[in-house]
């Protein structure tokens, strides 16, 4: 399929999408779209040109000759029932990323977790080496300002996901798998199901190319049974010193200089180090967001699995020893609430103090039991103060009028993958 001229994309404010619409934008497609609020994406798309409709009303530019969805829309969204109406062809968005990345040598970073930082980590490494990698990454990186880094049509630094067999759009020479932990369970029934999908990435790699992953790991070794491809074991490599805080992100820094290394054998190692030894990290990724008003340190933190969780409470320790550490969880999926609520609370139970906001729905209705007031009750009988409140703006309200939690000996993390950031934005500004 030839890639038309004027594309919409429905949903363009999501992590990937935003960064797709500027990959087409820089291909010279007339891009725009529609997403159901302002956000940092939609607002940065603004600023580059890209038009941004808010709320979904039901309304295709005049013209458009493909529509592009995201995930978190559904069929029956007014916008694609409309493009159904117009007799228009619609993809989902890793369907166009395989689109645009296939004529290229394309690198994909797939795991349950790290796979934004690593990719923004072997970005950053090609980019310095002046390799000119055209790059989708999973946030906003510091280290240039966006989540999409324009290059060449011949090499692709891509952010893939498991999720709905997405992976599997994507044809990589190159495949990063960081870690395989059971996730996304309205798909996939088990951890058999969820490897199975990364073991047909795996084999579809080609000989002549190469898997980066750690093929000692037992969740990861039965996936690598019968590929063709060269396996690279990660944890080898040496990587010195990093910005970024705790072990997990020193192994997504070693997945990186693997990959980068697979790609081009003649790279300068020590180069490589040193970019990794500079690199700032990623919007809401253990990002410091400042100081409430009476002192207390305030970080934002995107995890939303029971282990990105521990690593990152774990981590904030290590760092702040001293701190009384306070975490603000939004909960992500009432599926994934549901089958990994014993996990979420050990998890959150290592904190000294949990403040839940509800559910965040997404693309889910809720399922009767499973609630934020059921996973703070399991926090609390593992010993850790935890409360449910009914809504974010209750949860502002919270920290704002708590001088105890406000105080300097605290440390406030906002945590999760929904809204949860704007109250560290809220509790900050100022």
């Not at 166009?96 to 990345?101: A, I, K, P, R, W």
């Not at 300002?145 to 996901?161: H, K, M």
Request: aromatic share 6%.
């Amino acid at each position: 399929m030839d890639i038309p001229e004027k594309i919409y994309m429905v949903g363009i404010g999501g992590i990937g999408m935003s960064a797709l619409a500027q990959l087409l934008q820089h291909r010279g497609k007339k891009v725009s779209g529609s997403d159901r609020e302002e956000s940092p994406t939609t607002m940065m798309l603004e600023k580059k040109g890209i038009r941004v409709a808010l709320g979904h009303g039901g309304e295709i530019p005049e013209g458009t000759e493909l529509v592009v969805y995201s995930d978190a829309v559904n069929a029956d969204n007014p916008e694609r029932v409309r493009a159904r109406e117009m007799g228009l062809k619609q993809i989902s968005y890793f369907e166009m990323l395989g689109l645009v990345s296939k004529r290229g040598l394309t690198i994909a970073v797939a795991g349950t977790h790290g796979k934004t930082t690593t990719t923004g980590m072997l970005t950053s490494i090609l980019h310095a080496a002046g390799k000119n990698p055209t790059a989708v990454v999973g946030s906003i990186v510091k280290d240039f300002g966006s989540n999409f880094l324009p290059g060449s049509d011949e090499l692709f630094v891509i952010e893939a996901c498991e999720y709905r067999d997405h992976l599997l759009e994507l044809k990589p020479e190159i495949l990063v798998i960081t870690n395989i932990e059971l996730d996304h369970t309205d798909f996939f029934p088990s951890l058999a199901a969820l490897q199975n999908t990364f073991r047909a990435a795996a084999e579809r790699v080609p000989a002549s190319g190469t898997i980066v992953t750690n093929p000692s790991h037992p969740n990861i070794s039965p996936v690598l049974s019968h590929v063709r491809a060269n396996v690279v074991d990660y944890t080898q490599e040496a990587v010195g010193h990093l910005q970024l805080i705790g072990e997990f992100n020193r192994e997504n820094a070693r997945a990186a200089l693997a990959a980068a290394l697979a790609a081009f054998p003649d790279l300068s190692q020590e180069a490589a180090v040193h970019t990794l030894s500079e690199f700032k990290g990623s919007w809401r990724r253990f990002e410091y967001k400042g100081e409430t008003q009476s002192g207390a340190l305030v970080y934002d933190d995107y995890a939303h699995h029971p282990t990105a969780v521990a690593k990152t409470i774990e981590a904030a320790r290590q760092k702040y020893p001293d701190k009384r550490i306070i975490v603000a969880f939004h909960p992500h999926l009432y599926s994934r609430t549901r089958d990994l609520i014993d996990d979420f609370a050990k998890a959150l139970s290592t904190a000294d103090e949990v403040v839940l906001a509800p559910i965040y729905a997404a693309r889910e209705q809720p399922i009767e039991g499973v609630t934020s007031e059921a996973l703070a009750e399991k926090i609390s009988t593992l010993g850790t103060s935890a409360r449910a409140l009914p809504s974010l703006h209750d949860v502002y309200l919270y920290f704002a009028t708590s001088y105890k939690l406000q105080a300097t000996s605290s440390l406030i993390i906002t945590m999760g993958a929904g809204d949860i950031y704007k109250i560290a934005e809220q509790m900050t500004d100022g």
